[in-house]
């Protein structure tokens, strides 16, 4: 199985500062990278597919890149609403996700 | 409007058989993947098994053993079943629109404890 290594595991951090989430694949995944948020009450919200592709009414402050073996998700100015945790899933193969990233206001 | 909804008993019984539905609306079967993830309590997610618009399956290593995946297109259901439960089985159960993930449900919490 491919391992998804995400960091950091925790992130505090301000209102309107940049942060950058990173996952780390054990083998090349070939772009095959989803990102999501999850809320404290479980809800879970697709981000960003096949890399670098915002999913449908996704804010534009959120980007994805990467290409191998690591990838990445930035948030270039967080708002109120973007402090949760966030998790990278590759599908190369059987799908993994990272152990995730929780995202704290400072 | 796509809509994921789970559903199934929220406690169970160690040794005994999982059985979840996960109804869609606004999304076709025969065209999209369904999978299934789990996320125990307090941890990350993990994938379980898809099922894929074709009707082919896959299914997490960890539980392939036990875990058995299909569905019903005329009524846009899709099914879990996980037999031998134990209390490591506790936690939610999300089935979601494979392989892109576009479209999750709310989630479903299932207790495995005697």
């Known amino acids: 199985d491919i391992q998804m290594t995400q960091t950091p595991s925790s992130m505090p951090a301000s209102l309107g500062e940049r942060v950058t989430i990173s996952c780390r694949a054990s083998q090349g995944i070939s772009n095959y990278l989803n990102w999501y948020q999850q809320k404290p009450d479980g809800t879970i919200k697709p981000l960003i597919y096949?890399?670098?592709n915002l999913q449908s009414g996704v804010p534009s402050r959120f980007s994805g890149s990467g290409s191998g073996t690591d990838y990445s998700l930035t948030i270039s100015s967080l708002e109120p609403e973007d402090f949760a945790m966030y998790y990278c899933q590759q599908y190369d193969s059987s799908p993994t996700f990272g152990a995730g990233t929780k995202l704290e206001l400072k | 409007q796509v809509q994921l909804e789970e559903s199934g008993p929220g406690l169970m019984q160690p040794s005994e058989t999982l059985s979840l539905t996960c109804t869609v609306s606004g999304f076709s079967l025969t065209s999209n993947g369904v999978g299934w993830v789990r996320q125990p309590l307090g941890k990350g997610l993990v994938w379980m098994g898809t099922?894929?618009?074709?009707?082919?399956?896959n299914y997490n290593s960890a539980v392939q053993s036990r875990l058995s995946i299909s569905r019903d297109t005329s009524k846009s259901q899709v099914f879990l079943k996980m037999n031998s439960l134990q209390p490591e089985d506790t936690g939610t159960y999300y089935c979601?629109?494979?392989?892109?993930?576009?479209?999750w449900g709310q989630g479903v919490m299932v207790t495995v404890s005697s």
């Open positions: 099922i894929w618009a074709g009707g082919s399956t």
């Open positions: 096949y890399t670098s």
């Open positions: 979601a629109s494979q392989p892109y993930g576009d479209y």
